[in-house]
């Protein structure tokens, strides 16, 4: 079941992480690029990209670096996670950036690099194009 925490309506590029995103220490707020090595996105730029990742983690200041990539212009374009805890919400709240939450399986289906569209007016909000 999708639930939209944030609407929106963008199409773009999948970026995919299986593992989860910690923007306070992951995300570099200038570039927008996970700079931790241990994260499977590890010198990637979030820019321009329709993030799809398991759940966020750490600290509620991540909400302010997600406002911060975004406020520099090196933001995702839109976020779709299994489970979004208070910190990419209210980020993406503050940033105006799309976030829904979906299903395992959905969640499966998704592949890094696949163009899709997302319309949180929709009853189904992903489109693949």
């Known amino acids: 079941m999708n639930k939209v925490l944030v609407a929106g309506k963008v199409s773009g590029t999948i970026l995919k992480s299986k593992d989860s995103i910690n923007f306070l220490g992951t995300v570099d707020k200038k570039t927008g690029v996970i700079s931790d090595k241990n ?10 990209f329709i993030l799809v990742f398991p759940s966020g983690v750490g600290s509620s ?6 406002y911060s ?6 933001a995702p374009i839109a976020m779709i996670c299994q489970k979004a805890d208070l910190t990419v919400a ?40």
Do not use: R, W
């Not at 994260?39 to 321009?48: A, E, P």
């Not at 503050?94 to 690099?113: M, Q, R, V, Y």
């Not at 319309?119 to 489109?127: A, K, Q, V």
């Open 39 to 48: 994260h499977d996105l590890y010198d990637k730029s979030l820019k321009n």
């Open 90 to 129: 209210t980020g993406c709240a503050l940033a105006n950036i799309p976030l829904i939450t979906i299903s395992n399986e959905e969640f499966f289906s998704l592949e890094d690099g696949m163009k899709i569209s997302l319309d949180t007016e929709n009853s189904n909000p992903i489109h693949h194009q």
């Open 69 to 74: 990539i975004k406020s520099n212009n090196v």
């Open 61 to 66: 200041v991540g909400a302010y670096t997600i």
